[in-house]
């Protein structure tokens, strides 16, 4: 599996790269969404992870833009962001982006939305890995840093 990986840190760069490597997954790696877009000309990955915020352009802007392409309607997203602020997780609210998951999230769990993201919509498993399926109202769980699709009472 191909895996587009954009994020402007270097040393997490490294290591979700080389995580993913050792799971056997192609990884293209970009510095920010501008180099993303740049980079991806003729492929197409099975996933997007991306961080929000980075320099030249964010992973909203560019998800924005690779949504735009034909190719690129149905690739999952997944946000990682070391940011999990109510205008973050506003940010990410629309259906056509999949996930979020705090950087410093278990790999565990970053590895089981891997899973879940790349299984065909109608054969995914219930219920969702831990963490937040986006375009729903979200909650935080009991003081942690992931989310639950929970509503918020």
């Not at 399926?133 to 992931?146: A, E, F, I, K, V």
């Amino acid at each position: 599996m191909t895996i587009l990986l954009v994020d402007d840190e270097l040393e997490y760069r490294l290591l979700i790269r080389t995580v993913l490597m050792s799971r056997g997954h192609e990884v293209i790696v970009a510095e920010n969404g501008q180099d993303a877009l740049d980079r991806i000309q003729g492929l197409r990955p099975d996933l997007i992870i991306t961080d929000i915020y980075m320099p030249v352009m964010d992973g909203i802007k560019m998800s924005r833009a690779l949504r735009e392409l034909a190719d690129f309607e149905k690739v999952p997203i997944l946000y990682l962001s070391g940011y999990d602020d109510q205008h973050t997780l506003d940010a990410v609210k629309d259906p056509r982006f999949e996930g979020f998951l705090r950087k410093g999230t278990p790999l565990a769990e970053l590895v089981q939305w891997i899973e879940y993201l790349t299984t065909p919509p109608e054969m995914r498993p219930s219920p969702i890995p831990k963490g937040t399926q986006t375009g729903m109202n979200l909650r935080p769980r009991d003081g942690s840093r992931t989310f639950t699709n929970s509503p918020i009472l």
